[in-house]
Structures are given as C-alpha cells and as structure tokens.
C-alpha cells in the first residue's frame, strides 16, 4: 500500500472506522476485447508504437496481481468476433480468459455471433460465471443465464450483477437472438441489488448497453470515435444501492471514474479490444458498506514494454497452428484498403461492388459495422482477409422500392449505426438538415432514384433481416431463401484469390454538399 493510501487508513480509522473493517480492493475490468488477440499500431499516440494483445494484456493483469493484495478481474462483455473465434466457435477467447482468470463476465451481443443456441452451451465451458439477469428463452420464458453471482475473495465478498441492452439486442443478425427475449434492464438489476445489498461488502454492474461502437483497431482506434456512457449514466441514477457500474458494448473509455451526481455510483468503461486495462482502486469500509475512497484510470497497454505471457502466447501459437492456411496470401493490394466507420471508405466500397458483381444486382449495400479491419498495402493474408470481415453471414438478394432505398440512406445518415458502404448509385446528403430529410439526390445507373421503381439490391444477412435498425430491408422482398446462399467470407476468398492484384475503387459514392 503507498504512502499515501496509508495515510488515508490512518485518517479514516481515527475518525470513526472500525480497525479491521477497511478493505482496499482493486477492481480490474474489460470490455468488448472481440478477440483482438494481437498488437495494433497506436497511430493516435505520439508516444505509442504498439498497443494491446492478448499475451499482452495477461501479463499487466498479473503485475497488478503481484502487486496488490485483494485484485478481482471482470468483463463487460463482446469476446467473441475474428477468424480464429470463428472457426473454432469462441474457444479461442474463451481459453484467454481461462488463463487469465476472470472472475464473472457479462453477454455481449457478439456473443451470440454463432446463435443463440450455440451459446447456450459455449458458456457452460467456462469456469467463472456468465451473467445475463434480462435475458430469458422467448419459448418457455426461463432464464437464459446466470443473473448474478457472489465473489469472494479473503473475506471480502461482491455482489456482481451482468445485463445486456436492448440496444445491443439488436446489434446481431435478428435470427442469431430469436430465440431470447432481451428485457429492459434498469428494473431486473433494482430487483438483484436488493436482494444482494446486505449480504456483501460491494455491488457491481456489468452492463453491456448504449450505442453501438466501431471496432476500434487500426485507423479507427483513436478515441474522438467513441460513444458516450449515457445508457450507464441513466443506469446508475436510477438503481438505488449500487456501487459500481463498469460498462461496455459503446468502447466508450472513460479515463477515469464518473460519480453519478445523485446516487454516487461509480462508472467506468474501456475503449475496448483491449488497447487498455481498467482499474478502479477502492477502499471499502464492510461494517458500513461504503467506499470511502477511489481511484479509476485506463492503464494503455504499451506492447513493446510488456512481455508476453508465456501460457497465453503457446495458446495462440497452438490455434494458428492448426489452421496454416491462414498464413497464405490470398491478393496483393496496391494501396492500403482502410475503413471508415462515417463516411464511404475504400474497404468498403470494394466489398459492395464484389456484392454487387456476384449478385448481378444495381446496387449493393454492406454495413460498416461489418468491417473489422484495414487491409495493407502489399501480400494481404487469408487471416487479415478473413478479420477484416470474420461474420458467418449469407449474401442475400432483395427486390426493394425506390422508397425503401431512400429509407435505408435516411437511416444511414443518422451515423447511430455508421454509413452504408455502397454500390452502384451515388448519393449527396446534407448533415445539417434534420434527421430523415438529409437524403439530397440519389442516382442508380446516372439516372434519378424512383420512388415507385423496383432494384435489384445485394447485401449480407444482418442488414436483410433488418439489423441496426434498417427495418426497410426487412420489409422489402427476399428473391434468395435463407440458406440457399454461400457466405459473403468465402465469397471474398474467391473471388479476392482470383484477381491476384486489387486496386483502389473509384470513390465520391457518397458526396457531403450543402443546401
């Protein structure tokens, strides 16, 4: 204990605290990692070359462990996601935060990335609790999971409650979820707060809930893109008893705690893929179950000054191992092929012209959500090919009305979900006209979008069954059959293997203008 902390300790037993009944405690914590097993360039950072990875990130967790006498480890949610999750169903992460001893998690809605049965049973192969107190079978309306659990550790006991949001319910190809019923949260964790405030020393939340956040690696982990915390903000005013609140699902870092004004709860949230590791420093008076003191702050997770851990690191190397495919080139790209999550980006642009080639259709639409990672300049890899878009989705072909397009650009232009990556028509849009009225003019073709007209669109299963909030391709007409389509990954092998060189498409799909 520093210094200073003991003279705290000092300070509170005088003035009342019990001897013996002062606990500090450290409260370690990530959120939405997505298997972001590997370093990435720190481009936002002067003074960072690398930062993240998983054998990475083990390691800091166990100095903190050697130097801190009471440290519990938690996370918010959203492990799964990448090629090697993929293609063994979520062992991968699952084993990393075996190794590196999580004590509870909350569901994220990535989990749910191979459906909702599949993760019914995943989570029964972990060995710490897996919470999710408002989610219950749409069938039969029985929990779904675990609501909360007790961790104790040297007579110091936390209560730990795990929720996901509604929102993030949505945030999932609709079919992978359909069989849970996502509830509102706010009331579910008041009922486990009181029903746990006398019988441990702390009540914790993990929440995963907010707005949909990019992938932040590469280009796009810099922290201007980050969401806001509102949903945990509106959380925590409204529960009554509970301490701490770390979040996830909106990578919405907070560098350090935020006190709610009103209740005192503490929230604190990461930028997620493991670029940094939470911690909040509290010291707990258990005869009156209250923190008398705290101190939060994201630790970045500096590569190159962190060994690997050993156990972690032969882990990976044992997966990558069994798939040596992944090392080979698949095309050489001529130029970096970035993303962008608010605007059109080379990314994406060349993966809705390969929908709209493969589909013959007018036009294509990918979500940018879906893109997971830049591609470099030079040999591109099945493994980099594959992360940069590592979902299990089908390419579907719709029927919709001119109508229905423009409604799909409205709802793109609110930037709630990111832009659509587009093909086949140009679009100018005003941000500074209201919501729904930002579409300016749209061609398919050179000529004029009609409202009555009927396209012929192309696009991947989250956005045809209406996910982030794209009701209107839902709705339109579905000329392929669920099921009886190749997946849009194994397309882009194809068809990317078979063009050796890639160069940059053409841009200005997507024009800002003012009127």
């Not at 929440?207 to 982990?221: L, R, S, V």
């Not at 949230?269 to 707990?284: A, E, H, N």
Request: net charge negative; with cysteine.
């Amino acid at each position: 204990m520093s210094n200073f902390l003991s003279r705290i300790v000092c300070f509170l037993v005088l003035y009342g605290a019990v001897r013996g009944q002062v606990r500090e405690v450290t409260l370690l914590f990530t959120n939405d990692f997505e298997s972001a097993f590997d370093p990435v360039p720190a481009y936002w950072r002067d003074d960072i070359d690398l930062i993240g990875g998983a054998p990475q990130i083990a390691t800091l967790v166990d100095q903190i462990r050697a130097q801190e006498n009471l440290v519990f480890l938690f996370d918010s949610g959203d492990i799964f996601t990448g090629i090697l999750s993929k293609l063994t169903e979520g062992a991968v992460p699952m084993e990393m935060m075996i190794t590196m001893g999580y004590d509870a998690m909350a569901i994220g809605n990535h989990e749910f990335e191979y459906g909702w049965e599949s993760f019914a049973e995943q989570k029964n192969r972990l060995p710490f609790p897996v919470l999710g107190a408002n989610m219950f079978y749409q069938d039969t309306g029985r929990r779904y999971a675990q609501p909360y659990t007790i961790v104790e550790r040297d007579g110091f006991r936390i209560g730990v409650v795990g929720i996901m949001g509604q929102d993030a319910g949505t945030a999932i190809i609709p079919s992978h979820v359909a069989g849970v019923d996502v509830r509102e949260p706010i009331a579910v964790v008041q009922e486990w707060v009181n029903k746990l405030r006398s019988e441990v020393d702390l009540v914790l939340a993990l929440t995963h809930q907010g707005k949909t956040a990019p992938m932040q690696t590469d280009d796009e982990a810099h922290p201007e893109i980050q969401r806001g915390i509102e949903a945990d903000i509106k959380m925590a005013g409204a529960v009554k008893g509970l301490d701490v609140l770390l979040g996830g699902h909106a990578d919405a870092g907070t560098e350090q705690e935020v006190v709610h004004p009103e209740t005192g709860t503490l929230i604190m949230q990461t930028y997620g893929q493991g670029t940094r590791l939470g911690q909040l420093k509290l010291m707990v008076d258990t005869g009156l179950k209250k923190i008398l003191w705290h101190e939060g702050k994201l630790i970045p997770v500096i590569s190159n000054e962190l060994k690997p851990h050993p156990v972690v690191a032969a882990k990976l190397a044992h997966y990558r191992a069994l798939f040596p495919e992944l090392q080979k080139t698949v095309f050489h790209a001529e130029h970096r092929l970035s993303r962008s999550y608010n605007e059109e980006s080379d990314l994406g642009n060349l993966y809705a012209d390969i929908l709209k080639e493969i589909t013959d259709s007018q036009i294509a639409f990918i979500n940018s959500g879906a893109l997971r990672k830049d591609l470099p300049e030079g040999p591109v890899p099945l493994a980099d090919l594959m992360d940069s878009f590592p979902f299990t989705d089908e390419v579907v072909i719709l029927e919709m009305t001119g109508a229905q397009i423009t409604s799909v650009l409205e709802q793109s232009l609110t930037l709630e979900r990111g832009v659509l990556q587009v093909s086949g028509l140009k679009l100018d849009y005003d941000l500074s006209r209201p919501s729904g009225h930002r579409v300016v003019s749209v061609k398919v073709d050179e000529k004029v979008l009609r409202k009555e007209g009927i396209y012929k669109v192309g696009t991947i299963e989250i956005l045809a069954q209406g996910a982030d909030l794209y009701s209107a391709f839902a709705n339109s007409r579905r000329i392929t059959p669920r099921g009886s389509q190749a997946k849009f990954a194994d397309v882009l092998q194809e068809f990317l293997t078979s063009k050796k060189h890639v160069s940059l498409p053409m841009r200005g799909r997507q024009n800002p203008v003012r009127h």
